[in-house]
């Protein structure tokens, strides 16, 4: 089970974390993704990490303005977020792939998802 938190409404230039906690399966053995949905438009990937090889992948769009990490001690996993914009307005979800090393992009590939929180940057 993946449970997200810390969604909410912030401005245009704000900062809002993000958390990601599992449960139910060993969380060390899964890379953990972070995607959003925004409305009418597919789901893509924004940020994916996993802690056994220390991959990390960020899009295009929030390179240097979000950041990815994993405390495997809590079974968590956060995506620090500044500088929002409005095109960063959507669900966002986290998702678990089972794979030791290195990452996976495409949705279809993870195995957990959690139920997603909205997050909205006004204008």
């Known amino acids: 089970q993946l449970v997200e938190s810390g969604g909410g409404l912030v401005q245009t230039g704000g900062s809002l974390n993000l958390s990601c906690a599992a449960s139910g399966f060993t969380f060390d053995d899964y890379a953990i993704g972070w995607f959003r949905q925004a409305p009418g438009k597919e789901r893509e990937v924004v940020s994916c990490i996993n802690s056994n090889d220390g991959s990390v992948y960020y899009a295009d769009s929030v390179k240097g303005r979000f950041t990815i990490s994993s405390d495997n001690a809590r079974n968590t996993v956060y995506l620090q977020r500044n500088s929002l914009k409005p095109a960063d307005t959507a669900v966002y979800y986290c998702?678990?792939?089972?794979?030791?090393?290195?990452?996976?992009?495409?949705?279809?590939?993870?195995?957990?998802w959690g139920q997603g929180t909205q997050v909205t940057v006004s204008s």
């Open positions: 998702a678990a792939d089972f794979i030791p090393l290195g990452l996976a992009l495409m949705a279809h590939l993870y195995d957990y």
